[in-house]
């Protein structure tokens, strides 16, 4: 499980122990980078950059915001893909794509 967890290129869902809602993210860095991202984020209750006002944290804000605790213990990779996919127009690698659905 640690090879996927170091895998660049997945498609994977946290759990709110208290909230019926998954939260699920896109990454084409290693994902253990980006949830050490996520855990940082929470761990300083900044989901915001102040200085951007760009979401760092989509995950962390629906926690802060609702006050709801993150399952960090059942990440679900989905999906996990060879190779990033190019854009069409300008063939740059997204970082991140988070959604939310509801179970």
Not at 20 to 46: F, S, V, W
Not at 48 to 70: C, F, M, P, Q, W
Not at 76 to 103: G, Q, V
């Amino acid at each position: 499980r640690l090879g996927l967890a170091v895998t660049p290129n997945t498609i994977y869902e946290i759990s709110y122990f208290d909230c019926p809602a998954k939260y699920n993210g896109q990454t084409y860095r290693p994902l253990l980078d980006r949830m050490i991202e996520h855990k940082r984020c929470y761990r300083l209750n900044k989901a915001v950059d102040d200085t951007t006002e760009r979401v760092k944290s989509a995950l962390v804000l629906h926690s802060i915001t609702r006050g709801y605790s993150n399952a960090w213990n059942g990440i679900k990779i989905l999906k996990s893909m060879p190779h990033p996919p190019l854009t069409p127009h300008n063939h740059s690698y997204p970082n991140t794509s988070p959604y939310f659905t509801l179970s």
